[in-house]
Nanobody, 121 residues
């Protein structure tokens, strides 16, 4: 059992900031990567940022320079610091944990339930 829970969403004015948190728990053997995706009605879920256990962070061009992804490996927690928010950032933000539950298993994608971020004046 792996559980992924997001928090920190809310309503913010354009130019404001929010920090999202995501905690993964359960029978996690190792984490391949964690990340954030977002989705609005009528659109496909799109990548926002990912942070692999090895390698470098990856950001969508639309958020590069404004958002920062980080993690606390000891807590299996990932954060998304969102600055200079724009109305087009409004979406449900989903956390992803690509993780394995045992040494011989292939990493599997576990998703959180999502947290709403609304940027409006």
């Amino acid at each position: 059992q792996v559980q992924v829970v997001e928090s920190g969403g809310g309503l913010v004015q354009p130019g404001g900031s929010l920090r999202l948190s995501c905690a993964a728990s359960g029978s996690i053997f190792s984490i391949y990567a964690m990340g954030w995706y977002r989705q609005t009605p009528g659109k496909q879920r799109e990548l926002v940022a990912t942070i692999p256990s090895r390698g470098t962070t990856n950001y969508a061009d639309s958020v590069k320079g404004r958002f920062t992804i980080s993690r606390d490996s000891a807590k299996n927690t990932v954060y998304l610091q969102m600055n200079s928010l724009k109305p087009e950032d409004t979406a449900v933000y989903y956390c992803l944990c690509s993780c394995s539950i045992r040494p011989t298993s292939v990493p599997y994608d576990y998703w959180g339930q999502g947290t709403q971020v609304t940027v409006s004046s």
